[in-house]
């Protein structure tokens, strides 16, 4: 943690609902109780050496995710750490559970998510809780962009941070270069990067979550190169095979998918124009926030209601299992009819139709998954070799219970994401979904969900989703545009595949492009019904990144699944974006310095 | 009471069997396949079936029939007539719950509801099968057959009526199925459950006294 970000201890005193209706004494008898009642847990928290910080330097874009860094102090090994998002009337909302002691300090992505007042965090043993901290979700929320400065100036400072006005003001956090995000999920906030190139001091994860970011339409600005390949852009270069370009006036540019990466090799107060708003406007790429379409997983996952709908295949199941039935109810109906009966026989049809339903249920049940239906998706960042990625596990929308809960045991449900990471979650009567992470690096973050349901999102490499043709479509393909339609069987790379579906064109109007067998495209007014569950989120996408197009698959992702029951989501939807002509996700607009 | 149980179930198999075994598998398919296996319509719909069942089972004992005669007429004292009475219906009842098991089954697996939410829906729909049986019994034999409708009356009503004074609910048996489904009733349940039980027995006993004073009225 940089020494330039705030801790918080203790708890700090809530709002209370409806208090302009209390009388100033009451209100004040009440803050003082409130307080009185905090202090043992905000001296637990100091003893515990529990402490955490929200956003970068205080910062954190309103709606997005930011991280939440927590340090447990000397926790001691098994302890674990519960980030708990509580309501304003204090009910937990979803909790996250990490094993303490792994590291000096836990990143746990955090959305700004409607309704959510309060993180919680307690540091908790087998005895139960050892110290509780609160603090308010949503201070320091700003509604536009955050930029990050590492090793600036005061001078860079105020130039950054005039760069749009009088439109709007831009933030600047200036941070430590150990608070850059390793979780790729907590660059959703963050429009741009100014740093001074620390050379090889960047983690592996550090590198990873940087890329996802750039290809997605970040902008990172490096200055005072260091010679040789103790650069971090001569690494970064060489990490993903692209060849930089000159710019003028000296200095390099790399080109990643929606975003860039500039190297220059004076420091940043040396930079001519350095003080001037213009030249980092230009430089940063920055527009109006309102204008920008980067692609970050608050954007692209944005569809507040997904549709929880049985995938097709897990569709097949129910029909096959429904017509096994009826023809056994059938059967059983005409055997009831039979105009004299023994009760061998009776007990002998029984019995058969027992046997083959125990047959049948536990042939079926590892693809229905106790009825919860399990939904994900995947927006491919063209150049970057990297994915953000979204699942889900609900009822059924025709489900009269509303709530998976209560019919699929909680033990059953696991995450298996990515191989060296896992979990289970459970969700109690009375609160929201809890996630424990397992002792691996943990890519996915949980989303807040309505109806109890269970939602997950990270930014994850491309090769870890165990498709090596979709890696190579994502991280190798040159990036198209969307005015050109991507024909099958190009040299594009997009050769047809069993599991390509559709292109969503980038018109107003909702267009549909159907592969055909003769390899050419078919226009037309609806998806493939394989799209059906995925269908409201495309159409979202659609409208949040107007002049896109996207080209649309389903396959299996043998390493990113979500198990259900016993089972795991049998197909994924993807998605590899197609950038308007005019620019990468209108970041760069204006092009280079 | 042995007799008297065999002659209740070769009744059943003679008069009753067919059309209650058909019905039953009948709409146990239909809601399995409508539903696919819905926990929540699939346990109602086993509750109502086991209130139908009941009531059919109870009041069957129309004025002048030759199975009201032996109720009348018999040796057999009312407390073991009531006790061979409650093990036939019973295994009238397992028999159609064996019958129904594929589709029962099925949804056990396949919906994977925690074992004690399984056998806590299995006791309410067996405690309402008794509890329609007690008043079926004691509407039919206060009443006559015919003259049984208001007893018929009186449990629809309560099923009906029943549902919205908070203090009754736990002696509604489709309001108990769907507060486990719900996984909201707790310990809740099973003081539910007794009371729903603690009622059946209550009906049963008062089927009991209303066939003693019959049997008064026959001997004179």
Redesign the interface.
Known sequence: MSSDDTMTEGSAPESLPGWPYLGPRLMTGLLALLLSLSLPGAARAEEAGLRASLGFAGLAATGRWAPLWISGGGAPPGSRIEVARLDAVGAVRSAEIFPAGGGPTIECPLRDEAGITTVRLRLLDEEGVVAELRMPARDGRFPGHIVLLVQGGPGIRRAIADTLLPLEPVQVAEIGLSSLPAVGLDYDGVSALVLGDPGASLSPAQVEALLGWIAGGGRAVITGKRSGSSSLFTALVARTGEGPRPLEGGGESLELGLGALLDFPSEAAELPGASSPGFWRRTLGLVPYAQSRRLGPSRAFADPSPRWTAPPEDALV?QG??AG??L???A??AF????R?TVLP??A??AL??G???T???L??RA?H??AVGLGRVLLLPGSGSALAWMGVGAED????G?W?????HD?IAVSALGTEGGSFSAE?GEGTTWAHGPGSSFFSTRIAEGRRFEVAALVPVERLGRPELAQLAGRAPLGSSSNLPPPGTASGLAPRSGLLAYLGPDKEVLWWLPSAAGAWERSSDPPGRLVPDRDWLLALHRAYPGFGFLVGREAMPKLGLAV?GGGIAKLCWVLPFPPDSGRAGLGAEGGP | MIPFLIGEWAEW?ERL??KS??TA??V???I??A???????LWIGLGLLSLALGWRLGNRYPPHSAAREVLLRGDLGVPALLLGKLLSALGIWV?HV??L???L??A???????LP?ELALAAVCLVAFVLALAAGFASGLAFGRSEGLPGLALLILWLLGGAFPPFLRPLHPLLALWEI????AGLGAFAGLAALLLLALGLLALGGLVLARRRRDYAH
């Open positions: 129910s299992i429904s039935l009826l056994w109810g059938i059983a109906f009831a009819r039979r105009r009966e009776l007990l049809f029984s139709g027992l083959a339903a125990v049948g249920g536990l079926a049940d229905h106790g009825g025709r489900n009269l219970l709530d809960t209560s019919f699929v045991a059953r009567r029951h | 198999r069997q067919r075994l058909a598998v009948a146990t398919t239909l399995s396949v539903s696919f296996f819905d926990p929540v319509l028999t064996f019958f098991s594929p589709a089954v099925l056990l697996i396949l919906r994977s509801l925690p939410t489904l719900r996984g909201e």
